[in-house]
């Protein structure tokens, strides 16, 4: 006498499931992965400003944090001002741009010495701001 199986699988399940599984994992990589990329870099508050600019093409970013010990970040990368001499000097294009993201906390000096550096070095700067809420 031979023994049954008490269940039989659809051979259909063999396909669907796997599809099933691979779908959920996309819906799930699209969802938590907007949140990894809305925010990239170094977050500041920047102060509100009523002139707006459009996006500048192959434009440098530097961030400077405020607080007590505030920090400059080029390319999403703490460095200090020599380093940041340094890498404005690699930049041999002829049109340069360099947008600053202050802090709204921090000192006025260390943004006049970011903006100094960079127009020793002929960028043009911007110094980035947030658009008023009406």
Not at 3 to 28: D, K, S, T
Request: charged content about 20%; glycine content about 8%.
């Amino acid at each position: 006498m031979k023994l049954e199986r008490g269940y039989h699988f659809h051979l259909a399940l063999f396909g669907i499931m796997p599809l099933m599984n691979v779908l959920v994992l996309v819906l799930v990589f699209y969802v938590l992965g907007t949140k990894f990329t809305l925010t990239p870099g170094v977050q500041v508050s920047l102060p509100v400003t009523s002139f707006a600019l459009g996006t500048q093409r192959n434009a440098e970013i530097v961030s400077i944090t405020g607080g007590p010990a505030p920090a400059i970040y080029h390319r999403d990368r703490e460095v200090t001002m020599d380093e940041l001499r340094g890498k404005l000097s690699e930049n041999k294009s002829a049109e340069k741009w360099l947008v600053i993201k202050a802090d709204t906390g921090t000192p006025a000096g260390i943004v006049a010495a970011v903006t100094d550096e960079a127009l020793r070095r002929s960028y043009s700067v911007i110094l980035a701001g947030d658009i008023p809420k009406k």
